[in-house]
């Protein structure tokens, strides 16, 4: 059919014009010149579309990655070809581990100069390729409805991830009649009927089953049916990596998170268990603590594993009973809750809770500042609604260890374990959802990596409070350090600057605290200044995690090597 000439736009305004069809209303970038045509589109729609320009490309990938994370819609993504694309590879990362849905659009050269190694050139089909789900270009400015449509539905379809688009520069001023495409429609499997009642019959004969949890798109909805139908038939429930606010932390049957501040008790549990019913978690190597809680390739003990994609089922580890299914999707087939009494299995559960609750039992500290207590004193005063983002680093061994996490609040972390990500997550968090309190959990290296985004939050309105571990060390390295080559410092450790005089000259309240009793009142104070802040907690590096000190690390190593050398 022939398209009114009225319908005649350029490419950079069918690009955007999609967006607002597929619900996109918030977009995150550094500008550059290879895309201005789709920056020029977006002058008009300022009252429709918040374009929120970041100080780094990493940052700017980051916030796209935690409003996916957040929203359940593609963050969207906008950075300039070649250098920026780099900058902001960490994000699409993050996004695939994560299984966030993302779209990073990256301007690109001009499609005359292709394969000439012209001035910022990257073929982002082959450097994306493995770490997306889609890696594509736009040679034709008519298909930008197409390729949008295209993005949007692999984002969030299956297991979501990442997908990265090329926009050669002359594609995007080019102008040219074109149909719109109509909004996506995510699609997601759903399990068969049959299988619940296979489920239910392996259930039976189980004397130690646990549940893990895990992965992304469980809305509030599915977590209540989850809380459910682990409270009605007694089963302890588990969450994998950073994905403890699947579960409300306070009810009798969570166990724990199998992550890297869980109850050490977790572990042996699931080993001593003899059936395992996973839903939505990947079986990957920190789930499983380097793959030792179960056998391959045929798993021991039973396994029952619900994942959306088909090719993570068996991966690993060969499930006695496998569903194709979203999390989503399977909660809400699983109508009938109550399988079982209660107290079926109520000393296993007993049990289980009670490792938890001893692992969350705050320890006798000798410091000036005790982080225990102040992730104490934080929990008390945040509400259920409150959203916490983490960062990489022993440092989030506190606020995974201590706070408490149910919906709707939410937990955002990278489970792919990236620096810098806390910041920025925060500022895109605090953007998405101003009406809710936002803490930002960093250490001293991570925020030396992306604090500069503060002044994003404050450009924009944004209001997050970030929380600085500063221990002067990359404290996770020197741990191992430590534990592998004892008081062989190197690399490891940190000269800072005056981050509250930082945090301060980018417009954020900040303070700098030193003793226990002195956390509670600047917090509050952060909380009601009505701007991003800043509290950096000035934590003693010999406590360098919430389990151990450098002292025993150094003697345990001692002990090791003592033990080797009577051995030979």
Known sequence: MTLPFSNARTGGKILVDQLLIHGADMAFC?????????????????????????RHEAGAANMAEAYGKLTGKPGIC????????????????????????????????????MDREAFQEIDYRQMFGPVAKWAAQIDVTARIPEYIARAFHIATSGRPGPVVLALPEDMLTEVTQSGDAVCYRATQPSPPAQVFPQIRELLEDAKKPMILVGGPGWSDRACAQLQGFAEANGVPVATSFRRQDILDNRSSCFAGDLGTSGPPALVQRFKEADLLFVIGARLGEMTTQGYSILSAPRARPKLVHVHADANELGKVFTPDIAVQSSSDNFMAGLTDVSW????????????????YLNAVAPPACSQALDVAATMIELGKRLGDDAIVTLDAGNHTGWPQRYLTYARPGRQI???????????????????????????GCVGDGGFMM?????????????????????NNMYGTIRMHQEREHPSRVVGTDLVNPDFVAMAEAMGAHAERITRTADFA??????????????????????????????????????????QAAAGE
């Open 78 to 113: 906008m950075v300039t070809r070649g250098p920026g694309a780099c900058h902001a590879a960490v994000g699409v990362h993050t996004a695939f581990q994560d299984s966030t849905p993302m779209i990073m659009l990256i301007g690109q050269v001009g499609r005359d100069m």
């Open 521 to 562: 009142p600047a917090l509050e104070r952060a909380i009601t200044a009505g701007r991003p802040a800043l509290i950096e907690l000035c934590t003693d590096p010999e406590q360098i995690s919430t389990r151990t000190t450098i002292t025993k690390l150094r003697v345990a190593s001692e002990q090791r090597r003592v």
């Open 450 to 470: 992306s604090g500069q985004e503060i002044s994003t939050a404050v450009q924009h309105g944004g209001k997050p409070i970030i929380l600085l571990f500063n």
């Open 30 to 54: 550094v500008p550059g010149e290879s895309y201005l045509e789709v920056l020029d589109a977006l002058f008009d729609l300022r009252d429709r579309f918040k374009l929120v320009n970041a």
């Open 413 to 439: 972390g990278p489970t792919n374990g990236a620096m810098g990500y806390s910041v920025p997550a925060a500022v895109a968090a605090s953007l998405v959802h101003p009406d809710r309190t936002v803490i």
């Open 340 to 355: 079982f009494d209660a107290d079926r299995w109520r000393g296993w559960r007993d049990s289980a809770r009670a490792d």
